[in-house]
Nanobody
Framework: QVQLVESGGGLVQAGGSLRLSCVAS????????MGWFRQAPGKEREFVATIRWSVSGGSTYYADSVKGRFTISRDNARSTVYLQMNSLKPEDTAVYYCAATYSSGLRLGVGDYNTWGQGTQVTVSS
C-alpha cells in the first residue's frame, strides 16, 4: 500500500510561486500514475495535473486552467512528485491533494485514484 505526504503549501501573493512536494512510501511506484488535485471551499475536488511514474519517462497532462503555469515532475530517487506553481492567481486558492493509482493509462477523475495524501493549503492573496 502506498502512503502519500504532501508539503509546501502556504500563503503567497498573486503572481508568486510555490512548489508542492509529495513523498510516496510503502512500495515501488513502477507503473503508477500520480496526480495533483485541488478543492476550494464549497467546490468539488478537481483535477490539476498528472504524471506517469516511469523510469524511462513520464507523460504529463494538465487542466486547462493551469496549463502553462504549473509543472508536474518526479524524482525517482527521492520517490517524490512535485507541482511547481508559477503566476499564481487568487482562484488557485485551495487545498491541494496528491493522489496515486496503479495505471499506465491517462486518469483524470477523482474516482480513478485510490490513494490520497492529507492535503496542503495554498492561499493566493490579491
Amino acid at each position: 500500500q502506498v502512503q502519500l505526504v504532501e508539503s509546501g503549501g502556504g500563503l503567497v501573493q498573486a503572481g508568486g510561486s510555490l512548489r508542492l512536494s509529495c513523498v510516496a512510501s510503502g512500495r515501488t511506484l513502477s507503473n503508477y500514475r500520480m496526480g495533483w488535485f485541488r478543492q476550494a471551499p464549497g467546490k468539488e475536488r478537481e483535477f490539476v495535473a498528472t504524471i506517469r511514474w516511469s523510469v524511462s519517462g513520464g507523460s504529463t497532462y494538465y487542466a486547462d486552467s493551469v496549463k502553462g503555469r504549473f509543472t508536474i515532475s518526479r524524482d525517482n530517487a527521492r520517490s517524490t512528485v512535485y507541482l511547481q506553481m508559477n503566476s499564481l492567481k487568487p482562484e488557485d486558492t485551495a487545498v491541494y491533494y496528491c493522489a496515486a493509482t496503479y495505471s499506465s493509462g491517462l486518469r483524470l477523475g477523482v474516482g480513478d485514484y485510490n490513494t490520497w495524501g492529507q492535503g496542503t493549503q495554498v492561499t493566493v492573496s490579491s
